[in-house]
Structures are given as C-alpha cells and as structure tokens.
C-alpha cells in the first residue's frame, strides 16, 4: 500500500516476516500425538537455590533494582533521549566490572565515542570489555560461549537480526531480539540490561512494547533544574516498584544524590505561598516543597497550571476553600508547583495545598520550616493519614519547626498544630491584608 488509509503518510507500511516460533498460528484444533503427559510437581518438592544479587555498590542504583541485579533477569532502563541513561550504565558497569564479568555492547555509538565519554567520567579499567556490533546474533553467541555475569545492551532499537527484513526499532524486531535476550538470560543466567529509548511518535517502537516480557523496568526521569535525575522503578519481578533513585548529572557524568531530602531542604525559601509535605515513594519518605501563587485572574475564565500534582485535586481543594471560607478563587489565576520534579499522588498533601494556597492569597508566609500532612474532605473537615511515621521520622531528621495534621491524627507532640477543619486554617493567617486583591 502506498498511502496510509489512517495517517496520510507515504510510504510508511513496513513488511514485517512473522517469527515462526515467536508468531506462527497455532494449528486448528489438535493434531493428535503432538503432546504428552506431563508430571506435575507441590511446591513443597520444588527447591530454591539462593542467588546472591549483583551489587554495583551505587547505592541510589542497587536499591532502586531490588538490592541489586538479579542474576539471570532482564531488565530495561529507559527514559527520554540524552537523559543519560548512557551514562548512568557506564558508571554502574564500570563499577560492576570490578566484581563481575560484564560485557557492554555499545549499539548506538563507537567505541571511540564511549571512550571519550568513560575518559570524562573517570571510568576505564583493564575488566570492563566493549563492541560496538549490533547483531543480536552475535551478541547471543558470545554470551552463550564467554558466560558474563552481565551483558549491558545501549541500545536495543539499534539492535537487528540479520535473518529480519524488517528495520531495527520497528516493533517486530524489539519483540523478537527481546524474546532471544530472555531466552539467553534464563537459560545461561546471565543478567542482561538493555536500555529503550521512549519513542514520542514515529517509526521505533517503544518500551512499552517490552514491558510485559522483561523483568523488570526502570524509567530514568529529568528535571532541568539541579540537573536532577530520578530512577523509577515501574515494573520489577525481583523487588519492589515506585522506588527512587537520586542522581546528579554534572560534568564528571552521574553522581548519586544520597541526601535529596537537604538537597530540596535547601532550595526551599521561607516565603508567602511554600509549604513543605511529605510523600512515600516506594520506601522513602521524601521531604517537598508545594508552592503556590494567587494572582487577580485578567481573563473570564481563570487560569488553573499544576505541575506535579493532579490537576483536579487542586481544583477541587480551591472550591472547598471557596465554598468554605468565602474566599474568592474563581476570580483568581492559581499556579501550583512541587519542587524539584517530583509528582505527589497522595491524597496527604492535600493540607499542604489548601495551606499553600491560603498563604499566597493573603500573602503571609507560615512558620519557618512549617510542613502539613493531612486529608481535606469534601464537607470541609481534616481527615488523619495513616502510616505517617516513616514521613514523620524524616520530618524530626530535618528540624521540621511545626507539624499540621488533622485533630484526630495519634500524635502528641509540641510541635504538632492539630486541625478540625479547614474553618481552623484562617486563623494561621492572621489579621493580615489580602495583597493579591
Ligand atoms: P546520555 O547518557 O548520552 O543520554 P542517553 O543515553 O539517555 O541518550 O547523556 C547525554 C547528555 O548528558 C548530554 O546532553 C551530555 C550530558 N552529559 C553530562 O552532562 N555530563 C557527563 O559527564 C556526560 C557523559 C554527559
Ligand atoms: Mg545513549
């Protein structure tokens, strides 16, 4: 076909040969003979061998993988391109050569390429072996007669089957070497690491075409400023997910930012419209910083931008107030940040939000060093969070002044300002005039 009947695009439809043991269809109904009885087996009588897992000692990497890489597990690191996710494998196989045999193929760039890089980032040594080949063919070989312990792929959309006429990227081809690389990682237990570029648009396929077959899957995610990076983890068969890493990209590569929460602590200003919360990712309690700004609206419709939290939520945490307290939000703009990346989904910052935007509206900043955790109902009263200790620890780590939660939170302390309902919160503003208006 020459012209896509749904996109307009020329020339676009690519032939893919179907794999015939990946996709053949199966035969209709069953060919009599073809199968056996098969013995089957309680778990009792099954054994475990322990495997030790492979520490890279780049704590914000190992934690984030499940306390290291499972042996014989194939796992994806992905991201946006030149997020570093390049540079970040070169650092942990750099430091795994050094205990494990590990062998990089370099797919996208030359060996020269990634020597300049290493040489940047101080890391080459005698152990840590590169090929720059793309024939997953190859690759399977070598792994199958060498046996590492790691084989890193960067990356798998430059990869091809030479047997393929397809190109590399499409979906075919990632399914298919995928399906190889898995096969190569359990039957040979090695671990492989391949890394995927998300792909907006276009001809390549993306992660998500992978996601369901590998092991596990980590998103490496940017925020300009700080040059922060953060590792995800969203899918992992071997540990636990939604755990974050922390890294800096400086000019010597990645550095792992052990300390986020001083980090954001520091960036924080005591000013009208900041409030710190705290979320749980995964098993961390991070300390962050929601800010907000109240401006007089100069537009029939007014403004609603939210930027790591649910658009709703806010929304509806504006009309609550509203509705409560009288205070005239629909005739306001209202922008709502969280600090340093990072998106809340918990319905504990909520307090903080409602504060956030109290304390820009009358222009009055809270007590220094001020955090809020606490659930806002739709009538307008404070609800508890549970399982608030991990944050509240965190909290006590960092001088955290004074603590807003709901009158009914379990806590006693003399910094703790408890709450009844959202009538309670004008009072922390005080007689002050309304700049905004
Ligand atoms: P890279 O690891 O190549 O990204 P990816 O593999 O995800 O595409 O990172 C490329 C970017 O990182 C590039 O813009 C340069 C920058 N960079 C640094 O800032 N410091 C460094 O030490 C290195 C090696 C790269
Ligand atoms: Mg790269």
Redesign the pocket.
Known sequence: MGCCPSCQEWDSFIEEQSMPSVTAKTPKGMVPGSGKKLALKSLNDVSITHQPRLLAGIHEWDNVIGGGIMPGSLLVLT??????????LLHVAYKLSEKYKVFYFSSEESLEQVKQ?AS??NSINDKLLFSDQAQIESIIETGQMEKPDIIII?SIQNCFFSASHTFPGTVGQLRETSFALMRLAKEHNIAVII?C?ITKEGQMAGPKTLEHMVDGVFY?QGEDRW?TRILRSVKNRFGAIHELGFFA??????EEVPHINQYMLDETAHAPGSVLTSSLEGSRPLLLEIQALIVPTKFNVPQRVVTGLDHKRVVLIAAILEKYLHIKFSAHDIFVKVSGGIKINESSADLAIALALLSSYFQDALPEKAMALGELSLTGSIKPINGIEPQLKEAQKFGIKTLFVAESQKLSDRHVVKLKNVYQLLGLFGTKQVAST
């Open positions: 991201g946006d391109p030149g997020i570093g996710k390049s540079t970040l890089r940047r980032i960067d890394t570029h490496l040059h990209m400086t000019h010597e590569g990645m």
